[in-house]
Every structure is written in structure tokens, then in C-alpha cells.
């Protein structure tokens, strides 16, 4: 019933190919195209073969994951990265940038090795979104041109090898960490976005409207995707919102200024794009953006277990006419099991939630469920690190929840404040009900004591007596009156 009680407060509230006839044979062999989505890949070159939680991906971790999605979908029409490719000790010397040089070549070997018969470069060379760990230093502010020149471009002539898609600007690149890929089948347009500047942790840039021009960027490349009768998906590494993990506090993750305008600009083009994919957060989650029917941040588990979640990865089913995500499925392996094939987490989302379809509504409709049921509530959180299983209380249910309903603070605060608040006038009321029955036992006893040795002397009512009728009425009225205010309460 407390249980209850406490969440129902909360539930009130591409590449452009030189053989374009091969590509459209693959995205006309069925009816719903597909590809991946992998997040936080943290290679760590090392003598290490075995992955272990609280550690960086060795090689052989991400080769198996790799391998695993290909045994699963062997022809995916493109890859997406949500960022943090390099491992999370790059530091900040000239010797990053020699780290940062053979990961980066490493992981593009392992798509290629992976896919060597794809036509496709969006396969062997995935579209990804810079992390705060692929940056030297990490959060940094928009630096002078010659600086920010070293290590961006070092990114974008290993991973393209001055080979570019014909949409790839470099020059905006090296700016804005930013740029667009277009599938060369369909009307599609993937933008990766630099959202390190917006990050709370980026103190340089809280004053700063629109740091390196990304807003702009964005706007502009949206416009002429709506001027093309273009859709667009839209991957990032850190996503609006505020932060899951209850040891960072809850912070907002952007500056508030950058979130604002951000929502602005995705909800005038709202009718264009049809997802958004992010990571960071080493968890498979969701979040909702108020006023978009259609639109729902995808949070993605991290394939790196170095916060103690296992290994996984995201196969999506897409409509090949006009790009709306039909469905997707998370795989994983249990570092503690001696498994070596990743198992579904669910086969179909929609299914394993009961969901008609991955509208805003849907989704909504499944907080409200979760918020009533403990059972529902617990199963998502097991899944959303999946399937690590850790502890999480009602309080940290209540959190996940709120997390995926409300993307401002003040909001999250006041959702998961509310219960806490009325979970305590529940413990307060009960603790005076108890005080005040022991007091009127105690009494009566008393009482009856009294009366009882007095009854051997005299038949006739005595003074004490009187007062204990009178007492015993007002105690049936004022129980009666307590009930009534408890009622109305």
C-alpha cells in the first residue's frame, strides 16, 4: 500500500557509395530496413584479454560484440556510435594524441574486419558522435583554431583518411566537432552533433549563447533537410536532461540556457525528425520531451563495463519510406557467466513492455504503469543496466521514472520530493494515532481501577465516575472526528 501510495504521486505528474545499385538492393530485401547502435566503446589497448567490471573494453571485448551483431544482422544499412570511443585515462599530453591515433585505427579495422563485404561506409566506418572522453582535455571550451586543430584533425584523418563523404564538411568539423551524413539510399540525413559544450561540467561555456557556432550549425542543416523533404536522425553523446546516477547528485547535464534553446530549435522541426540517440549514462533508457508526440530521447548501454554494467548493444528496425523506428532489440553478456553468446534482452521492445507503438504516448502511458506496479518498475531497472541486476530501492525506482518524465530539474525535483513528503506525513500521522491510543488505554485503565475499588463502597455515581462517562463520549467523538479528518486528508 506504501508502495502504491508512493509512485501513484509520481504518475500524476552515409555515406554516399560508389555503387549506389548495390545499396538499394539491401534496403529493398525487406520491408523494415535496420542497423546498430553501439555506445561507449572505451577501448583500452592493453595486454588485457578478459573484460572485468569497473575496467575500460579490452580488444577482444569489443571484437566479440562486434562479431555478435554480425551473427545478428549481417548486413545492417548503417552503424551509429553515440560517442566516447578512447578510453577514460587518454590524459592530457602529446602522448593522448598518440593513444588516441592507434585506438581510433584499431576500432576502424574492427568494423571493416567485421563488415569487409559491405558496401556500404557507414557500415565499416560508423557515423559517430564525439564523446567527453574522445576530447583533450575532456569538457573543454571552444579553444583557438590552431589548438582545437591538433586533435580534431587527427580524428578526422584517421577515421576518414581524407577519403569524406561528399556531405562531410571538414572545415565545419574541425569548428564545431559536428557534421551530417546522408544515406545514399532514401531521404535520410543523420546529424552528429558536439553536445560536449553544452555539458554542466563545461564551466567556460555557461555564458557562452551558442559555443562554436553548434546551435547555428544544427539550425541551418535542419532547414535545408526541411527545404529536401529530408527526415533526419539526430545521435549525440550526452542527452538533455538530468544525470540518473544519484552519487553525481542528480545535476542537470546542460546548462539550462543551452537545454532551453536546444528543445527550441528540435521543436520547430519536430515534423522532420523522427530519433534521437545518445549515451554517457551507461544505460538503456528513455526520456520524454514535452510537446513532441513522436520524438523520445534513446539512452544506450555501454559496451565499456567499467561502471559495473554488462556489455550491450541496440539492433533498431526502421520504415525504409518515411524513417519512423518500428521497434529494437538490446543484447548483452553476463561478464560473471561463462557465456560467450550475447542473449536478447527482449527480441521486440513493444512487445516486452506491451506497447502499440514508440509514440510519446506509449511510452507515457508505460511510466504510469511502472509508477503503479513494483514488480514492472523493477524488471525496467534490472533491464536498463542490462541485467546487472543491482540494488534499487523505491526511492531509486522512483528516480528512473521521474528521470524519464521530466527534463528540468526543478521538475525532477519535485517528482521525486512529492512522495518522499507524503510518505512522511503517512509515518507522522501514524506515529500520533498510536501515542494517542496508548494515552486513552493507559487512561481507561486507570479509570477502571479507580471505579472498581470505589463500586465497594457506594452504588452512587461518583464525581470521578461522571468525569470517566464524559471522557469515554468525547473519546467516541473525537475518534469519530479524527476518522472523518483522516478520510478528508
Known sequence: IIFEFYFLNCSTLLKNSNNNNNIKTISLKRNSGRFLVFSDLHLQLSN???AQYGADSPKSLIQQALQQAAEKIHDPDFILITGDLLPHNLGQSVAALNTMTESLQTLKQLFQQTWPDSAIDYVQRPIFALGNQDMVPKYPAPPPIDSFDSWISLISNVWWNESFPFTFNENKFKQTGCFRGDLSFGKLSILAINTNYWAIQN????NNADPASIFEWLSNELEIAQQQ??????IGHIAPGVDHRVNDGYHQLYHQSHQNTYLEIIKKY?????????????LIHFRIIPELNDIVLQLHGSVSPIYDSNPSFR??????????????SDYYIALQSNQTTWQPIYQSFKD???LKT?????????????????????IWSDNSKALTKPYCDKHCLLALICNAAFLDKDDFDNCIQTPAISLLAVVLITCAILIFLIVVIATLIWHFKSTSQKSTKSTTPTTDEIALDDFTSFDRYTQIDNQNENNNN
Open 352 to 354: 516486452y513492455y506491451g
Open 229 to 234: 523533404n529530408r527526415f533526419v536522425y539526430i
Open 48 to 50: 588485457i584479454n578478459n
Open 203 to 206: 564551466l567556460h561555456t555557461i
Open 270 to 282: 519536430k515534423q522532420i525528425i523522427k530519433a534521437q540517440f545518445f549515451g554517457h549514462e551507461y
Open 315 to 328: 539492433i533498431y528496425s526502421y520504415n525504409p519510406i518515411n524513417f519512423d523506428i518500428i521497434d529494437f
Open 358 to 378: 514508440l509514440n510519446q504516448s506509449e511510452y507515457t502511458d508505460l511510466l504510469h504503469r511502472m509508477a503503479s506496479n513494483q514488480t514492472l518498475a523493477k
